[in-house]
């Protein structure tokens, strides 16, 4: 077995008219590099840690953590619609893995799955199902949240169970960091919003559509200084990127949910699949993070971050 990891932000407005030329192209260029260190480690096998925004996972039955043993892409913002390539035996072999080993996770069967799990895949590597891929949802946006110790558990769980097989196996982590976009709660949602988010009431094309301008004016407006939403925290950002590169994942355990949301923004709980990913390699031993990028982009309502890893000692 070998494993490396990548972990990287993704955001909608990747995909959307709107961020300046020199933002995209700062941001891709980083995409690109960590897209070159996963074609020369050429996995035989992703396994995908990454939150949803209210398009597979909805509150009628939310639960903290879900492996897909099959799933299909959504094709919201304009990523992948349909069928992933998912290993049905090895993604139940894994949740089965997990369990035995004391971490509760769900498990589906026709997982939904919206760019936070497509966006990467397609920008590492150019197609959505170009490798087989093991899907793991957590839930990062609707409370109760669990401890993050909780999370790394999940990740060292999943480690565990990979580190017994014969194969190249990438950890991708998808999220983050420090963000607070317009993501609606039960609390304060519109009628038709809230019966979409409590029981997964299909959008139509114009919601969608009203979804997608609103991201669009949401960022303009984020990055001329104005709107409601949260600012971006590069301290926050900083500060967490500087303990997954040192390995120090146990640090992490302290931060509380309301740390995070303060810190961070709402949705700076998305850092849980970083968590998750870097346990998974950390259950190999030492590790060391090779390509390191950051960027505080409002234009993409997001701290922006890209890193890529593999383990001190690789063996091929």
Known sequence: MALSLCCMSHSPLLNLPGPPPDVMADVEAAIEQAAAFVADFDPQLTVVFAPDHYNGFFLRLMPPFCIGTAAQGIGDYGTHLGALDVPADLAAECAAAVLEQGVDLAVSATMDVDHGV???LERLFGDAAACPVIPIFINAVAAPLGPLHRTRALGAAVGRYLAG????ILVLGSGGLSHDPPIPTLATA????????LHG???TAEQRQSRQDAVIAAARDFAA???A????????DERFLAIVDAGALEELDAWSNSFITEAGGGSAHEIRSWVAAFGALAAQGSYRTDHRYYRAAPELIAGFAVRTAQPTEVIR
Do not use: K, Y
């Not at 939403?229 to 926050?236: D, I, K, R, S």
């Open 201 to 203: 009431t299909a959008m």
């Open 225 to 227: 200084g104005s709107g």
């Open 118 to 120: 497509v966006q990467p």
């Open 229 to 236: 939403l949260a600012p971006l925290n590069p301290e926050f």
């Open 165 to 168: 097989l014969d194969l190249r």
């Open 190 to 197: 519109p009628p038709a919003t809230r019966d979409r988010i």
